[in-house]
């Protein structure tokens, strides 16, 4: 009696298969956030009220989802989206994974330019503060990377000098909302980070650039993961550096500065998205950012949750959830061995 032929081993999942799925989960795990962020508030609606109001003009809800949290929602979106994929593109640049638009200075070059422009010549319009914010955004990521060493900086030059800009350019805005009381109002909601003064207008306005920020963020995932092997391993690639890293600060510039513009400073979320992401993608950039992506504005959205439930009836802003939130995460990163270079 002949035996029967072994069966054969149960087939393994691709590694692409299985970043797939988990691209998958985390865009469910968005969708929740999304209507987490429609249905809690001051007057709490269940999810089905929430999906109702936004779908049915004539629902009871319709006033509140459309009107008033659905404009929040898409601000957090496009912020979440910004944020977390300008970190993950300076954390690739840098090779710095304590890099973060808002540690390392660039949020606050955003913030002075527009702090400036309300003070000093009477700017309110978003359309005048966009162009401020870029204009701040990309001269102090340009400042940043020339102090910090340019193509031989390292982590460490880098945290410095960022912590350095971040400190004299949040100071010279403190500076300035203390000597101007009149543009005191139109600033402190602005300078905490906050989604609660989302607009249509808003919305439109900044769309375009973050989405002009994520193709060139996804279009450099190929050139920085061959950076990352070193400028000859590069070039041998294909692959040109300096068109890579001027790419690259364009990118972040755009979007920081259309993030910071819309909503403000808000920190920590470029920090701790990619790190989360790498444990999951591995270093591939290919998969990080769009990850980063997914995950970012959930991130983002939750903190806002979480800002309108723990303070009721007055609610946080998103920047003061996240700054509490990140503050251990930060430590935590400093203080692990692997937290002084990324993964290559």
Not at 265 to 282: D, S, Y
Not at 284 to 306: I, K
Request: some cysteine; proline content about 6%.
């Amino acid at each position: 009696m002949t035996k029967p032929p072994p069966e054969a081993p149960p087939a393994r999942r691709a590694p692409g298969g299985r970043r797939a799925a988990g691209l998958a989960a985390a865009t469910l795990l968005l969708l929740v956030a999304v209507m987490l962020s429609l249905a809690v508030g001051a007057r709490p609606l269940s999810l089905g009220e929430a999906w109702d109001g936004l779908f049915h003009a004539d629902s009871a809800a319709s006033t509140v989802v459309r009107e008033m949290r659905l404009p929040r929602t898409l601000l957090g979106l496009l912020a979440g989206v910004a944020l977390g994929l300008a970190g993950a593109v300076m954390q690739a640049l840098t090779r710095n994974p304590l890099a973060d638009p808002g540690l390392l200075g660039i949020n606050a070059g955003a913030s002075a330019a527009v702090v400036s422009a309300i003070s000093f010549l009477g700017v309110t319009s978003f359309t005048g503060f966009v162009w401020f914010a870029f204009a701040g955004a990309g001269a102090v990521a340009v400042l940043l990377y020339a102090v910090g060493g340019g193509r031989g900086a390292t982590p460490a030059r880098l945290a410095l000098a960022g912590s350095a800009l971040n400190a004299a350019l949040f100071s010279y805005v403190s500076a300035v909302q203390l000597l101007d009381t009149a543009s005191l109002d139109r600033m402190r909601f602005w300078t905490v980070g906050s989604l609660a003064s989302a607009q249509n207008h808003t919305i439109v306005r900044v769309a375009p650039f973050v989405a002009a920020g994520l193709v060139l963020a996804l279009l450099l995932a190929r050139p920085l993961n061959a950076l990352a092997m070193g400028e000859d391993a590069a070039r041998a690639l294909g692959a040109n550096p300096g068109r890579a890293r001027i790419a690259a600060i364009l990118t972040v510039t755009l979007l920081c500065g259309a993030a910071t513009a819309a909503c403000g400073p808000i920190v920590f979320v470029g920090l701790m998205v990619p790190h989360l992401v790498r444990a999951l993608t591995g270093p591939d950039l290919r998969w990080l950012f769009p990850y980063c992506a997914v995950l970012a504005p959930a991130l983002m959205l939750a903190a806002d949750v979480l800002g309108r439930v723990v303070a009721r009836p007055s609610e946080l802003q998103v920047g003061v959830v996240m700054l509490v939130a990140g503050g251990p995460v930060f430590l935590y990163f400093v203080r692990r061995p692997r937290a002084r270079t990324v993964a290559a």
